[in-house]
């Protein structure tokens, strides 16, 4: 069955729609307002180190400096079995940092008012099945797949993946998923820590070295190993982003993006909400 993806872009929001066979399957929105920093690595310095507190601020180069505490800065333990978890218990955060220290760092939570993000050590990163976890050695399995024997399947095929590098968290989407979808899963998330990796050398502190996925790139990491046949996006900008994220990360899609140039009023891409419906529908040429 034929699929396309259809990626509209304007200035307060981006549409993304799967067309199968003709027949509209999925609309996907996400407006340019609502999106937060949540998910962004950064080359950051300690500002400053609160033993009182145990916790430290970090200069990202925001507004606001970041907050850091002592027990954000700890190894993967989501799959530690309890008995094992007593040697990860918290540190001064005096041994942890000190002041003036490049720290390589994730944000898990939002600016808000007053506050700085929230910050951790501890880097993930998500895909369509799976989450990387660097330096982490073992495999977890979401708790919400309650097949057993899927649950030992996932993780068989996955531990195959595992190396020096970090491990992996399957996650409830994986159910059901084949062992080609996994392993696609988890070289995308491998090339993308090669390549943050790469940018912590090279970029200057204060530097953003990951910024966490639009919906247009996400869309396109998600749908690597299905049936896709053209990727239509109305955006010159969003296209050329698109041509450079998929010949880093997901080659086998680049030579499917198509730039659309017509008029974005009667485009295939442009899509819309009927005033008369619930139902999304696709504005035809």
Known sequence: ???????????????????????????????????GIVGNIYKGKVSRVLPGMQAAFVDIGLEKAAFLHASDIVPHTECVAENEKKQFQ???????????????VQVVKDPLGTKGA???????????????????????????????????????VVADYCDENGGFIIRTAAEGANE???????AFLKRLWTKINERRTKYKTRSTLYGELGLAHRILRDFVGTEITRIQVDSRLIFESLKEFTSEFVPELESLLELYEGDKR???CSIRRTKFSAHWSVRSI
């Open 266 to 268: 009667s485009s295939i």
């Open 118 to 156: 929230r910050l951790t050590t501890d880097i993930t990163l998500p895909s369509r099945y799976l989450v990387f976890m660097p330096g982490a050695s073992h495999v977890g399995v979401s708790q919400r797949i309650e097949s057993e024997d899927e649950r030992l399947r996932l993780k068989r």
């Open 180 to 186: 080609k979808e996994l392993a696609q899963d988890a």
């Open 1 to 35: 069955m034929s699929a396309e993806l259809l990626i509209n872009v304007t200035p307060s929001e981006t549409r993304v729609a799967m067309i199968e066979s003709g027949i509209l399957q999925e609309v996907h929105i996400e407006r340019e307002a609502k999106r």
């Open 90 to 104: 918290v540190r001064d955060i005096s041994e942890l940092v000190r002041q003036g220290q490049d720290i390589v």
